[in-house]
Nanobody
Framework: QVQLVESGGGLVQAGGSLRLSCAASGRFFRLNAMGWYRQAPGKQRELVAAITSRGSPNYADVVKGRFAISRDNAKNTVYLQMNSLKPEDTAVYFC???????????????WGQGTQVTVSS
């Protein structure tokens, strides 16, 4: 079983910064792509940023230039640095990881429990 535990959410004023962390634990061979998604009330979950196992990032257009995703493979952790936050960034942020196991040989998607980010105007 694999667990993803997020931390770092909270309340911040517009223009402020937050850093989210997501640590993976459990039995697995490798973490492939990892990413952050968010879901605002009444809206669908959307991709914010993702990063490959080799560290290549990609971002949703609405966060480009403000957010930065990174990972520490030694710690099985992915981060999301969020700068210049806007009220429209308010949402529950979820960590996602594509987890590769050898017994059985397969890749599955796992999700964290979510962390609330609230940006006040």
């Amino acid at each position: 079983q694999v667990q993803l535990v997020e931390s770092g959410g909270g309340l911040v004023q517009a223009g402020g910064s937050l850093r989210l962390s997501c640590a993976a634990s459990g039995r697995f061979f490798r973490l492939n792509a990892m990413g952050w998604y968010r879901q605002a009330p009444g809206k669908q979950r959307e991709l914010v940023a993702a990063i490959t196992s080799r560290g290549s990032p990609n971002y949703a257009d609405v966060v480009k230039g403000r957010f930065a995703i990174s990972r520490d493979n030694a710690k099985n952790t992915v981060y999301l640095q969020m700068n210049s936050l806007k009220p429209e960034d308010t949402a529950v942020y979820f960590c996602n990881a594509q987890v590769f196991t050898t017994t059985p040989l397969r890749e599955d998607a796992y999700w964290g429990q979510g962390t609330q980010v609230t940006v006040s105007s």
